[in-house]
């Protein structure tokens, strides 16, 4: 019975193959847990669009209306908790695994040739997650988003030249309005999310077209030296993606989904009050992917510094981090052969995390 | 029967420049209102108002470097809307008796600001900037004084614009 639906399929488009073609790709044999990363991002994303589109059943994307709508939809919709909660969590599970897969990449030199557009691509999608996040949490419509919507589109006005054209564009007017929330919505919604979807394939196809290159651990028995573009296409072992590795990919993605799904059902997602443009003693928060940068712009005071830590300082970073296999062109792979990108690497971490830990308070009170 | 751009050069190069202004027409004729849509905010006047913030009388009678915040109601179209934007004005006296009306807007990023009492300084939640009574940064980040409210006394009653005085780069309320 299935042999006969197979070869009807067959007959036609040749399935049987494409399947193969699919599944049959080899994947180096001894990092297998360290390359499930990329899987579960993928993963992540299909979780948080299928929760997303279900969550604009109820949502409204305008100012007044968002923050209720939301809240509606967590307490008297029927697991409408779980569903927001898993969209959140997610959400924060996606940026954190982001920055691990790009480490990984990072500190095992797997960006370097053949694989320096894959990179971009990468850091493509990791600049539109975090878009993501940010556009996320000025939809909820609380007091958060309120003021996250106001400070972001200030930091915008500081680019040079065209800051003060980009608040008015980005707010659709002078003031954060119900265009500002239309805006970021078809953004949020949209815009954003196609670019993932186009982007993601295209990263696939990029490694099915560079091949099979893994850490340096899976050379140890390759006699060429380091700087033979040779050495790196015959791993000591492979193994097919398709069960081999799918099945550490779906390991992994189960265990991050319950610990998602945990959260989402015991923590789920905090709404917060109304926003109120009003209030006398509202201290507003960022979300801790950006405390960093929250952190970075208490620093730099006055007219002529404060391009440093809106626009300057992220940009070059950003240009530094998309152009880094033209910067590193060296053929070295293990962390240990190359002790300055490891170590920058390191440094570069730990400031994010200090940043990230010192970000969240007001800094004020000190240096009255 | 034309012939295929395999047997000739000329009429592949021809087919080729036809696809490529084609998709060029497309893509432009498809930019200009894509774009029109996206910059129309630039080209919108904005809706600017008078409203009440009070009689003089009784802001007269505030205490000196003492600020008082007095909310105001701008009722301003927005988009296709008609909306009700509520905000802080600060309303400062002076030891000579002017009074001053500042936005509680930080001129750093925009954060609401904290009048604390016993610094006798208003403080900005988000990145530390801090101000004196009359607007003066006096620490932290912000690049300015506090935005001033456009206003006038009318009938022995302080109206307030939607608009800040001196703001360049039209900093919205």
């Known amino acids: 019975m299935f042999q006969k639906i197979q070869n009807w399929f067959d007959e036609r488009i040749e399935l049987t193959e494409l399947i193969k073609e699919f599944n049959g790709e080899r994947i180096p044999r001894r990092g297998g847990w360290v390359y499930t990363f990329g899987s579960l991002l993928a993963f992540l994303f299909t979780v948080q669009v299928a929760t997303g589109i279900f969550l604009l059943f109820y949502y409204v994307p305008y100012f007044p209306m968002a923050r209720n709508a939301t809240y509606y939809l967590k307490h008297h919709v029927l697991f409408g908790n779980i569903l927001l909660g898993i969209h959140l969590w997610g959400a924060f599970a996606m940026i954190f695994f982001l920055l691990v897969h790009m480490s990984r990449v990072y500190f095992s030199g797997a960006y370097k040739k053949p694989r320096e557009l ?19 949490y000025m939809l909820i419509g609380n007091e958060n988003s309120w003021w996250t919507i106001n400070v972001l589109t200030n930091v915008a006005s500081h680019t040079p ?8 564009i980005v707010r659709g007017g002078t003031e954060t309005s119900v265009l500002t929330m239309q805006h970021i919505f078809a953004v949020h919604v949209w815009l954003l999310p196609i670019i993932v979807i186009m982007f993601i394939p295209m990263h696939l196809l990029f490694i099915r077209k560079t091949g099979h290159q893994g850490m340096a651990l899976e050379y140890k028995n390759s006699k060429l030296s380091d700087d033979d573009i040779n050495k790196w296409k ?15 990919d779906i390991i992994i993605a189960l265990a991050v989904f319950g610990v998602v799904y945990i959260l989402a059902v015991v923590y789920g997602a905090a709404i917060g009050p109304m926003y109120r443009p009003l209030a006398l003693n509202f201290a507003p928060e960022a979300d801790w992917y950006f405390l960093a940068n ?6 730099f005071p006055g007219h002529g510094l404060i391009v440093f830590s809106t626009f300057l300082i992220p940009t070059i970073g950003f240009v530094i981090l998309f152009a880094l296999p033209f910067i590193d062109r060296g053929h070295e792979r293990s962390p240990f052969k190359r002790p300055a990108a490891t170590v920058l690497g390191i440094l570069f971490l730990l400031l994010l995390v200090y940043l990230t830990l010192i970000g969240g308070e007001p800094k004020a009170p000190a240096t009255v | 029967m034309t012939k295929s751009s395999e047997e000739s050069p000329s009429r592949r190069t021809f087919m080729m420049v036809v696809i490529g202004l084609i998709s060029v027409a497309i ?4 930019a200009i209102p894509i774009m029109g849509e996206v910059l129309n905010p630039l080209f919108k006047r904005r809706d600017i108002v008078w409203s009440e913030l009070g009689k003089v009388s009784d802001l007269e009678n505030i205490e000196p470097l003492v600020p008082k915040f007095v909310p105001v109601y701008f009722r301003v179209k927005e988009g296709w809307t008609v909306n009700t934007l509520p905000r802080q004005v600060i309303v400062v006296k002076d030891i000579a008796g002017k009074l001053y009306f500042f936005s509680n807007q930080c001129t750093h990023l925009g954060c609401p600001l904290h009048w604390i009492p016993e610094r006798q300084k208003f403080m900005c939640p988000c990145h530390g900037g801090m101000f004196n009574v009359l607007g003066e940064v006096v620490g932290g980040p912000p690049p300015r004084p506090l935005f001033a409210w456009v206003y006038k006394i009318e009938n022995g009653a302080v109206l307030i614009q939607n608009k800040f005085l001196d703001n360049p780069k039209e900093r919205g309320v």
């Open chain 1, 118 to 136: 894959q990179w971009v691509a990468g850091m493509v999608l990791f600049s539109v997650v975090v878009v993501l996040g940010l556009t996320g």
């Open chain 1, 294 to 299: 929250e952190e970075l712009l208490k620093y």
């Open chain 1, 234 to 248: 015959h791993p000591d072992a492979t193994v097919p993606f398709f069960p081999d590795q799918f099945y550490k």
């Open chain 2, 27 to 30: 893509g432009v004729a498809l």
């Open chain 1, 161 to 168: 030249v065209v800051g003060g054209f980009l608040r008015i």
